[in-house]
Each structure stands twice: as structure tokens, then as C-alpha cells.
């Protein structure tokens, strides 16, 4: 049971650049999300997902786009990447009728130069 | 949307004393509220939890204690250990937005030996 997964670890892009970030979890959860850590702003929500096929924009969703076609996967992309989005990314997901009790994955550090 | 204020942002004591953590949000909605610990590098993690239905929750060193009606709750960590040291984080959600949870800004702990 590998938990929450991300996908890559480190990535450097440059302005301009698209990039899909990955997150996958074996553990049938309903719920996942995106949050994006910045020094001293704590994590924020910038998509999340009920289930397959239904996904809505948390508090930072401009420039990020999201789809759920399963329930394993809630991939993350960057349309066009800006230096305001370097960040650590973290995905996670919670099961439906607990708690919201959330697992993260290990995080995507991301720099856009 | 909910917004959730944590205080302080940097709190440093001795090993041996206690630590107390404060949040508010602004939702009456809110009836989750969860603290994660988050060491350097690392992936937040769940320390402990409550429901709106709960005054107060102890696990071990750690408490966690709910004005509903103020709309704060806090954490209270006693006899810090110098592995206590992290930065730790509130959030709070509704029940039927689960995996939607909106987080505080993070306190920095450093214990002391």
C-alpha cells in the first residue's frame, strides 16, 4: 500500500513552460486535492475532488487546471508556468464518510525561472 | 468561503513547558478541525483532531480544545521534547466538503533542551 504518490520530486521550468503533475493513491479514497506551500502562508487549497468526475476550484485555482477521470488519479497542470507559482505542491486524499481526515504525498518542489 | 487565522507564528520554549496554539475561522459551517505537524522536508502529518460535537480531546502529550461559539479552537502541547520542534498547523472544514480543508497560516515550534 504506497499511500499518496507524487510525481516528480523536483522539476525546474522556465516562463511559458506547460507541466502536468502527478499524484496517484491506492487507497480507494473519494476525496483529493491540491494545496500549494509557500513560506509563511501555510497550505492552500487550489482544486479538489469529490470523485471521479467532479472537481472544484479551491483558493488559489488561476493558472492550474485539474480533471478526475479516476479515482486514482488527480493530475495537476500548469498552462503556462510564471515565477509566482514556484512552490512546493502537495496532493492528498481523504475518504468519504470519515472524518476528512487527509493523507498528503511527499510534495513537488517546483521552480519557475 | 472559510478563513482561518493561526497565532503565533514563531513560538520558542524551554524543554518541559507547555505550548499552546491558537486559531480562529470564520465559517459556523466548520464542524472538522484537524492540527498536522510538519517537519523540515517532510509531509504534513496528523497529530490529532476534533469535531464540532467535542469540547476538548486529549491524546497523550497533546490537546486540543473547541469554542464553537467563539469560533476559535487550540492546540496545547505539555512537556515539550526537543522532537516536538516543527511546524504545526490548524485547519478546519465542513463535514460535506471533505478533503476541502482551508489551513492557518503554521506556528514554528522550536524546544529548547
Known amino acids: 500500500n504506497a499511500g499518496v504518490t507524487q510525481t516528480p520530486k523536483f522539476q525546474v521550468l522556465k516562463t511559458g513552460q506547460s507541466m502536468t503533475l502527478q499524484c496517484a493513491q491506492d487507497m480507494n479514497h473519494e476525496y483529493m486535492s491540491w494545496y500549494r506551500q509557500d513560506p509563511g502562508m501555510g497550505l492552500r487549497l487550489i482544486h479538489y475532488s469529490v470523485g471521479a468526475g467532479i472537481t472544484d476550484q479551491g483558493e488559489v485555482p488561476n493558472g492550474y487546471n485539474v480533471s478526475r477521470s479516476t479515482t486514482e488519479d488527480f493530475p495537476l497542470r500548469l498552462l503556462s508556468a510564471a515565477p509566482s507559482q514556484t512552490s512546493v505542491y502537495f496532493c492528498?486524499?481523504?475518504?468519504?464518510?470519515?472524518?476528512?481526515?487527509?493523507?498528503f504525498g511527499p510534495g513537488t518542489r517546483l521552480t519557475v525561472l | 468561503g472559510e478563513n482561518v487565522e493561526q497565532h503565533p507564528s514563531t513560538l520558542s520554549v524551554q524543554e518541559g513547558d507547555s505550548a499552546v496554539i491558537k486559531c480562529t475561522y470564520s465559517?459556523?459551517?466548520?464542524?472538522?478541525f484537524p492540527w498536522y505537524k510538519q517537519e523540515l522536508g517532510k509531509r504534513p502529518q496528523l497529530i490529532i483532531d476534533?469535531?464540532?460535537?467535542?469540547g476538548e480531546k486529549k491524546d497523550q502529550r497533546i490537546a486540543v480544545t473547541l469554542n464553537k461559539t467563539a469560533k476559535h479552537f487550540s492546540l496545547h502541547i505539555t512537556e515539550t521534547q526537543p522532537e516536538d520542534s516543527a511546524v504545526y498547523f490548524c485547519a478546519a472544514t465542513p463535514y460535506n466538503q471533505g478533503g476541502k480543508l482551508i489551513f492557518g497560516q503554521g506556528t514554528e515550534l522550536s524546544v529548547k533542551p
Open positions: 492528498a486524499s481523504a475518504e468519504r464518510g470519515a472524518r476528512g481526515e487527509q493523507f
Open positions: 476534533i469535531r464540532s460535537n467535542v
Open positions: 465559517d459556523s459551517a466548520s464542524n472538522y
